[in-house]
């Protein structure tokens, strides 16, 4: 197995939803919603990948540092590196349909822990999305987080209760998806959340809860007060609102407002080891990885995935020991280049 044969799988399997396009940066497919692209324009998918890009590394090699620390400890789950899987649904109508969901997430799943590290499950219009999510991750007690729709208070509690008893590691709300054309298509109602909203739900289990889609330090403060256990900094891949600017953008004021406080995991645009330790860098303390993984289930399966997992994982650990970085706890904007990258705040 190789990336050739795994991406040339992928093209065959995903014709007509996603090109696998040597360099995945949203120009092709900008639009296809449902399917792979950006909404509108794909102005916001096109600008994770673009303020990631803008960021340049500064080389060092007159140093101690041989190898390094990518171990990452994730509310008592010991990982390989702090790369998780993120949440994703939709096979029939984002991907074509060649696999189902319950096939795709348990790839995934499997395909992440053959890496070192896990993943999180999703939510969607049919419930076999997320009842597939809490399947893949029943089989294996406290490794998966399993993300909820921002549906209505009774349902979203619903499922907290079923994940719960499927011994998930964590809950979460991917909050951003309150946009998405696709649930509103096959008549699930989702919406913004009120504070108090977010804090009924947040209070509703004991697990640690993740709130995705946060693009604000004040949003951040908010659900450091609704005592959230994490957050995700994602405009959910540039597909609900057009024009947002990119997560490497707002990272660093989020991070600059709230780091210590809650955890803080980044979600966009990242295609490579290197881009991991950016957003490291630039004040994360894990990263998801989406599309790259669907390519990875769609061309081979779980060993697909693990596969550019993998990869991602020797990138990450080059590119540590080339700028200095010890450990990935304790990234340091001083690895990125001002001049060139503007002000890394």
């Not at 696999?99 to 822990?113: D, K, N, Q, R, Y």
């Amino acid at each position: 197995m190789d990336l050739k044969t795994i991406r040339k799988n992928a093209r065959e399997k995903l014709q007509g939803f996603c090109r696998v396009c040597p360099v995945c940066d949203g120009r092709v497919c900008a639009g296809e919603v449902p399917g792979m692209g950006g909404v509108g324009t794909g102005s916001a998918f096109m600008a994770n990948v673009e303020a990631l890009a803008r960021h340049r590394l500064v080389m060092r090699t007159i140093h101690g540092v041989k190898e390094a620390d990518l171990s990452f400890d994730l509310w008592g789950a010991k990982l390989s590196m702090p790369v998780l899987a993120a949440p994703m649904t939709g096979t029939p109508y984002n991907m074509g349909g060649k696999m189902t969901e319950e096939e795709f997430i348990t790839e995934i799943v499997e395909g992440s822990l053959l890496a070192g590290t896990s993943g999180m499950t999703g939510d969607g219009a049919d419930p076999t999305m997320y009842d597939s999510g809490l399947k893949a991750g029943a089989a294996h007690h406290g490794r998966t987080i399993a993300i909820i729709k921002p549906r209505q208070q009774g349902e979203i509690i619903k499922r907290i209760r079923q994940a719960e008893a499927a011994g998930v590691l964590a809950i979460g709300m991917d909050i951003d998806g309150a946009g998405l054309v696709t649930m509103a298509l096959k008549g699930q109602p989702v919406s913004t959340k009120t504070f108090d909203e977010l804090k009924e739900v947040v209070a509703a289990t004991s697990l640690p809860f993740v709130l995705k889609g946060v693009m604000t330090p004040e949003e951040a403060e908010l659900a450091v007060k609704a005592k959230a256990a994490a957050i995700v900094v994602s405009n959910h891949g540039g597909r609900v609102l057009d024009f947002t600017p990119g997560v490497a953008e707002v990272l660093p004021r989020i991070a600059d407002r709230v780091r210590g406080k809650i955890a803080i995991f980044a979600d966009g645009g990242v295609r490579s080891g290197a881009d991991v330790l950016k957003l490291l860098a630039l004040g994360a303390d894990a990263v998801l990885i989406g599309r790259p993984l669907i390519v990875g289930a769609f061309g081979n399966g779980r060993e697909g995935v693990a596969f550019l997992l993998n990869k991602m994982k020797s990138e990450l650990l080059q590119t540590m020991v080339l700028t200095g970085t010890a450990d990935v706890k304790k990234a340091s904007r001083d690895i990125l280049y001002r001049d060139i990258a503007g002000p890394a705040r």
